[in-house]
């Protein structure tokens, strides 16, 4: 009896395997048949039914129908593992004498193209990149470069603190600090980066931006030489017959100190829209590094003398580029961003 059984169970079993058409029918074949609970476990719970010296001989059955049943089942779940691989690859072939699809590649930043161009200009002079923290101690953003405590032009800078002694930088010139502290004399640097100030967002006011900070100091640095680099600059980022002005002002640090404007490279002095009809356009700020500063930095004023300047890297870039509105350099449009 059980012998008719396991065979009905065996055929059973085939008959499903041959008709099946999904590996995932195949799975549900092999629980049913050979699983915990599948009809050849039953099977075997019925031993306790059968005589003593017959259960070797019916074991001996049920494994040869377990065998039988696997070899049938992997056997057409290779077949059908096979066609499915042959579909996917049919449905898959690609046509060579099709055009190709145009990689899209991605363009480089107005500010990365003027820092770029900027520190090639400076390079070539013999000045040395360098680079400093963003978040700062007070001294080295202000203290340090002759802005005490309660100095007016701490209001001016409408800083972000994160505590009373550190905050976000509002200048690369605490660069310049950083550099003289080491102690290598003569120095010939410029410092890129980017600087924090709470201003509102408009088409010429961000809270963060980017400036350049330049310094030079050795034995006999002379304002002539500071007019000389920065006319020098002028001509190699704006055009050979860019003029430069310097105008009075006042930084804490530099003593003189000066704002520079170069000839409108537009319509090279006649009055445009770019110049606002006046023939020139302010760039930077500059002037002899303040004896004060030096001597709080350990360097003999009466020996060595230095001069610093700093520019906004987005101003250069709107000029160079000729863009109007400063929020078009972080909103990432990619309209604007393919013209570079």
Known sequence: MMKEDLEKIQAEALEKIQNSDALE???EIRVAYLGKKGELKQVLKGMKDVAPEDR?????????????????LEETKKKLEEAAREKKLAAEVIDVTLPAKRIKLGHRHPNTIALEEVERIFIGMGYEVVSGPEVEYDYYNFEALNIPANHPAKDEQDTFYITNDIL?????????????????????MISPGRVFRSDEVDATHSPSFHQIEGLVIDKNITFSDLKGTLAQFAKELFGED??????????PFT?????????C???????????????????????????????????????YTGFAFGVGLERIALLKYEIDDMRLMYENDVRFLKQF
């Open 56 to 72: 070797p001989k019916v074991g001996e059955m049920v494994n040869k129908a377990r065998e039988i049943i696997e070899s049938k």
């Open 168 to 188: 976000l930088r509002t200048q690369t010139s605490s660069v310049q600090v950083h550099e003289m502290e080491k102690g290598r004399l003569p120095i010939k």
């Open 265 to 303: 490279f537009k319509c090279h002095g006649k009055g445009c829209r770019m110049c606002k009809g006046s023939g020139w356009i302010e760039i930077l700020g500059c002037g002899m590094v303040h004896p004060h500063v030096l001597e709080m930095r350990g360097i003999d004023p009466n020996e």
């Open 25 to 27: 029918k195949l799975n």
């Open 242 to 251: 860019t003029k430069v002005k310097f105008r009075p002002h006042h930084f």
């Open 255 to 263: 003593e003189p100190s000066a704002e520079v404007d170069v000839s």
